[in-house]
């Protein structure tokens, strides 16, 4: 009689947390659909999106979806996968139409560094000045650790149109079916989507350009070094390694 006594008190104590998770999501996804670009975008997309997901056998809106970009191929993966036990599977590659800055981290507010590293889509704009937006959740503790400046900037998205001081601008279209296929997971309970952004892809090719590229500038290949251990656990596994930070905010190898 203790057990089920106690049983139904755990049950009790969840209860308001359920219900306080089921309320946020209904409030987020009312205040989403209240928008008419989210509208729009969901009607045009969701139907494609979901047949595009169920080629490579993965569920959707019920999946996880995570993000890797590629500043040097002006590239945007989107890779998904049904369940945490499963390795990621590659769905769309998108172009992202225009890249401001050079190759590296961004390190100081006005740099028009598009950032490298580790983030997580941080909010879902819906009346963005560029169509529709997501936020990463630029900085993070490396970035802020890290910069040069005073301060190190921030409001870095994945927007609509083709400008960018900073940003990946995926032109309206593209961030219309970007968004539709977050937004999709992101109420089906996927609270944090990746998003890795690389200045290329780190194969030895893409290694040796970069070392060529930037000579004898060891801050930038040394940050690099950290970012391509992080691809290459990806690459093996199709799973993101855990993001993990020394005392001094760098990127711990995994």
Excluded at 48 to 62: D, G, R
Excluded at 144 to 164: A, D, E, S, V
Excluded at 224 to 252: I, N, R
Aim: charged share 20%; glycine share 8%.
């Amino acid at each position: 009689m203790f057990v089920i006594r106690l049983f139904f008190l755990v049950l009790l104590s969840l209860f308001p947390i359920l219900v306080n998770a089921q309320t946020d999501v209904r409030t987020f996804k009312e205040a989403q659909f209240s928008s008419d670009r989210v509208t729009s975008a969901w009607k045009r997309y969701s139907d494609s999106i979901k047949h595009t997901f169920a080629a490579h056998e993965v569920a959707w809106p019920t999946c996880e979806v995570f993000l890797r970009a590629f500043k040097s191929q002006n590239e945007l993966e989107l890779w998904a996968r049904n369940n945490p036990s499963e390795p990621f599977k590659l769905i769309k590659t998108l172009r992202v139409c225009a890249i401001s800055g050079a190759l590296g981290p961004k390190r100081q507010q006005g740099d028009r560094q598009v950032p490298e590293g580790y983030y997580f889509i941080d909010d879902f704009n819906a009346n963005s000045e560029f169509h529709l937006s997501l936020e990463i959740n630029y900085p993070n503790y490396s970035d802020q650790t890290q910069t040069k400046g005073t301060r190190p900037g921030g409001n870095i998205f994945i927007h609509g149109g083709c400008l960018t001081v900073g940003c990946l601008p995926m032109g309206d279209e593209g961030i219309s079916e970007l968004y539709t296929a977050c937004l999709g997971a992101r109420l089906n309970g996927q609270e944090h989507i990746p998003v890795h952004i690389y200045p290329t892809r780190m194969t030895q090719k893409g290694i040796n350009y970069l070392m060529s590229s930037y000579p004898g500038n060891t801050e930038k290949h040394q940050f690099w070094a950290s970012l391509k251990s992080g691809y290459d656990y990806f690459e093996l596994h199709h799973q993101p390694a855990p993001v993990l930070y020394g005392a001094d905010g760098k990127y711990l190898n995994q």
